[in-house]
């Protein structure tokens, strides 16, 4: 007998990111981060570092607004901050041995739900969840296009 299927789209990516943010939140506090933190951490090149202004739009802020993560990372002695020589305005963040271990951690955390999602979903059924995703985005990217031309 076939599950009936309750409640909307938006419902259902909703609850599911909940859930999903409060597994990884769980994870990342038995490491002493946070998700934010963790989040921050994967976007910073591990060799070169990063500048904060070509992180924020990889984290969906503006750069402006990344001054109290930047702050409690260089608390938690995760990175130091250097000056681009060329460019006194421009703070290029660099990964610290502590800063590059907690980046690890953060992606291990990914890399293994990832692996127990496929092992417990399988190939084609997680390929056909990225197809049906993206079909999503481009419905709501087509609608907000819509509604910004209104």
């Known amino acids: 007998m076939a599950t009936k299927q309750t409640g909307t789209i938006d419902s259902k990516l ?34 070169k570092g990063s500048f904060a202004s070509d992180i924020a739009p990889n984290l969906g802020t503006e750069s402006t607004s990344l001054s109290r993560i930047i702050l409690s990372l260089e608390e938690k002695k995760l990175i130091i901050r250097k000056e681009d020589k060329k460019d006194k305005r421009r703070i290029k963040l660099i990964l610290t041995k502590k800063g590059q271990n907690k980046k690890d951690i953060a992606k291990k955390m990914i890399t293994d739900f990832n692996k127990i999602i496929y092992a417990k ?9 990225f197809e049906t995703i993206d079909k999503i985005n481009g419905v709501a990217e087509e609608r907000i296009k819509y509604l910004k031309d209104k």
């Open 14 to 47: 909703k609850n599911t990111w909940q859930l999903v943010g409060r597994m990884y939140n769980m994870e990342a506090s038995l490491h002493d981060i946070t998700i934010p933190i963790a989040h921050f951490l994967l976007n910073i090149d591990s060799r």
């Open 121 to 129: 979903i399988g190939n084609k059924k997680v390929n056909d969840f």
